[in-house]
DNA sequence: GAGTTCGATGCAATCGATTGCATGAGTTTC
DNA sequence: GAAACTCATGCAATCGATTGCATCGAACTC
């Protein structure tokens, strides 16, 4: 109740308790080691005092932050809204703090590094498979590879722990399932090329269609950015092509909105013309107009997974050496932005 | 390029350059006060052993973490995306970590408590009215303030900080925009109680009810709760009141979404039927279909004033003793979603 | 040329928590 | 009853960066 000035530390309860420093850190600590009497005595003491740890002297003294860093290269996109509260969600309940970052100027090596050598972070949970290899195992120190775990979207180094998604398998199944309403003109809107995650899902596209016996058109393929906007340019893309697709696998739902958008606004209807497959089943999936068809990607999961994985490495060091390499399915999700050719 | 065991210290840097380590820190926080010959040199070591500083030493030597949190009750709705981002360019550029938090147990002193005393961060970002005045004022050491501000939500305490929107005008506005349009039978789709904002709102609406000599019936208005479920349990609720509103405004995209989508599947189009006004201008507002009509919201904005605000009052110490109180005014967005009466 | 000033740099204490080692009291064993 | 052992606790060094004060040499003043 009566507060100091400033925060109390290690030294005050000491003092409030008649015990050393070193008690009351073992009482916190390491409870057993410690005589119930006196254990109850720091207690009280640490209630009176209103102590609570200070992280920056624990942090330096045991050169670890109980902190992980999740970089993601736009976490502006609602697909990583829940991700997020399902990474915040996993490390608060084993004691760890979660830390931000966005791509900020473009030398991701700075910002990573600056954050990880820096003892603000113990470990990196990576949204973003466009870094290149090199620099992140520049990362580690000599010998010691650095706690990381590249999730959603895959490194494509197998030194690299991850958590990821059948991408590719998924994408077969999305493009099987407009097949099996009769579609044969079918069109895909790429995500990013860097990304590992885009190009497993077009080669799924386009081993589909070879499977399939359906000709894979160039201008049927645009190349988008993961965003709506695109998604509007691809309709314009494919509406300027001479002839439409009757189908559309789109590599997100942010772009599955943008092409139906711009697609309506041409006259044609999605799904009367157009039948449209999303990819994530972001939170407004299910109640747009029409509710998407869409490849549900487990992203509560991807995000605890990854989370937890990355807490087991840090915490238990190197000593497991295989890499973590975790595939999640993907679900199709029928709604209404699909249906049988007229 | 030979890199040491673990993390070169400012000790090896000072070593490699011939010079203390009081000059290094010199070089790397007061550069002027430092002769340019040695300040070469320590340049020099520091690229030489790949030194980057140990923020855990830091932060512990100078009661000051460079971090900020911010908490928001649940960040897997889509509006904190933007404001997240918004949040971590600003902090970043002024050399910020950002750390961000949800309500996890249900004692939110307990968390906020242990982040914000535990020189985690050195000041919070509160995305979140719903938390009592006294819990926050507890927080502060005595006497002096923590850094706090409050965004999006108001804390009803002048004393505080905050950065809001003009929410009561901005609803009042909405209702006028119906009213434009011929509407006299309005719902409310209300947010949860607990916050500021929602009452702000909901006062908005009432006042412009008032004001045009317009009815309010209880049973248009529905306490929902931010999301897209509660929208769709407002339709179900306006559907069997036995007349239907002929316009309704929502607290928040979302649940204009819900409802949008509940009262389709009753056979209600909007806006054909009934024209819909959301709050908030969600990435996806525009794509929706029917595109959204809704009250923009300033959300970078809202995320980047808060920010700068909070740091202001970090850096500055607690000498600026009067409160910020940011405004910023919301901006109707007519799109299609609301339309004059047949 | 002696005294004064100034700029550059080093010394050493400090921030607060942790932990190996030492100590001392109490208990067990033969 | 003395040696061996256990258990609880304290002492003091340590983690790495910062900064007030001291020092030292050079430049400047009269």
Redesign the pocket.
Known sequence: MTASR??P???DVARHA??????V??V??APE???E??RERVHAAVSETG?T??QA??S????AARTILMAAPNIGNPYYSTVLDAVIGEASSRGYSVLVATRIGDDPNRWLHDYLLSTRADGLLLFDGSLDTNSLHGLGAEGVALPLVAAYDEIPDPKVNSVITDNRLAAKRAVRHLADLGHTKIAHVIGPSRNQSTNERLLGFQEAMRELGLPVRQEWLHPGAYNTESGTAAAAQFLASGELPTAVFCGNDEMAVGLIHGMRQAGIECPRDISVVGFDDVSFAPYYNPPLTTMRQPREEIGRMATRSLIDIIEGGAKESDPVHVVLTSELIVRESTRTIR
């Open positions: 400033k925060s530390t290690i030294q008649n015990v050393s420093a070193a008690t850190s073992r916190l600590s080691r410690v005589s009497t006196t102590y740890i200070n002297a624990r330096l003294r045991l050169k």
